[in-house]
């Protein structure tokens, strides 16, 4: 039993070396180099960054204007902080008269659409409520379940056979009306 569990562990051995990467030694001295002078540079870059900032400190202190530039830079502040009160003012304005809009938007569709139109931009829910408002165009929405169509003022082509049909049943009279205007006979009923 134990010359199986050492021919297994060699086994494990050798193919834990066969899968290693070989690169050329040009391949690796190259990279190390590389390496090495990308730290030169780095260092080099922070010296330089380094005595750009100390002869900076060092004018200002000889010209003794880190008072002004303080000043400046408190102006420069307080201007700042006034911009931010009022964008904050103007945010809260918008937030609220987008609220509104889309509380007028959403109340001119029925539940079922409402879940969808919820999530839509403001601009897109515009859009969305032109598609699918509640009232079909000539209808009087003063009573729910049976709608009354306003026929005042308007010709038989005005309307969609959906609605004529509503009307039919609804209103013989203003059908009949409407009918005989455009035929010039009484309908059958």
Same mark, same amino acid.
């Given at each position: 039993?134990?010359?199986?569990?050492?021919?297994?562990?060699?086994?494990?051995?050798?193919?834990?070396?066969?899968?290693?990467?070989?690169? $050329?030694?040009?391949?690796?001295?190259?990279?190390?180099?590389?390496?090495?002078?990308?730290?030169?540079?780095?260092?080099?870059?922070?010296?330089?960054?380094?005595?750009?900032?100390?002869?900076?400190?060092?004018?200002?202190?000889?010209?003794?204007?880190?008072?002004?530039?303080?000043?400046?830079?408190e102006k420069d502040l307080a201007?700042?902080?006034?911009?931010?009160?009022?964008?904050?003012?103007?945010?809260?304005?918008?937030?609220?008269?987008?609220?509104?809009?889309?509380?007028?938007?959403?109340?001119?569709? $029925?539940?079922?659409?409402?879940?969808?139109?919820?999530?839509?931009?403001?601009?897109? !829910?515009?859009?969305?409520?032109? !598609?699918?408002?509640?009232?079909? $165009?000539?209808?009087?929405?003063?009573?729910?379940?049976?709608?009354?169509?306003?026929?005042?003022?308007?010709?038989?082509?005005?309307?969609? $056979?959906?609605? !004529?049909?509503?009307?039919?049943?609804?209103?013989?009279?203003?059908?009949?009306?409407?009918?005989?205007?455009?035929?010039?006979?009484?309908?059958?009923?």
């Amino acid at each position: 039993m134990s010359n199986e569990l050492e021919t297994q562990t060699e086994a494990e051995t050798q193919t834990e070396t066969k899968t290693e990467k070989v690169y $050329p030694e040009s391949v690796v001295k190259d990279l190390i180099a590389q390496r090495d002078s990308l730290k030169s540079y780095k260092t080099k870059v922070e010296e330089y960054e380094q005595m750009i900032k100390d002869a900076q400190e060092d004018k200002l202190k000889e010209n003794e204007d880190y008072k002004t530039l303080l000043d400046s830079k408190e102006k420069d502040l307080a201007e700042l902080k006034s911009a931010l009160e009022n964008a904050k003012q103007f945010e809260t304005k918008y937030t609220e008269l987008d609220n509104s809009i889309r509380t007028n938007l959403l109340s001119q569709l $029925p539940e079922e659409m409402k879940e969808v139109a919820e999530e839509l931009t403001t601009v897109k !829910l515009q859009k969305f409520v032109e !598609l699918h408002k509640k009232e079909t $165009p000539g209808m009087d929405a003063g009573k729910s379940g049976k709608s009354k169509i306003n026929i005042e003022g308007k010709k038989w082509n005005d309307f969609d $056979p959906k609605d !004529l049909a509503i009307l039919k049943e609804s209103d013989y009279t203003s059908y009949a009306q409407l009918f005989k205007a455009r035929y010039g006979i009484n309908p059958s009923k």
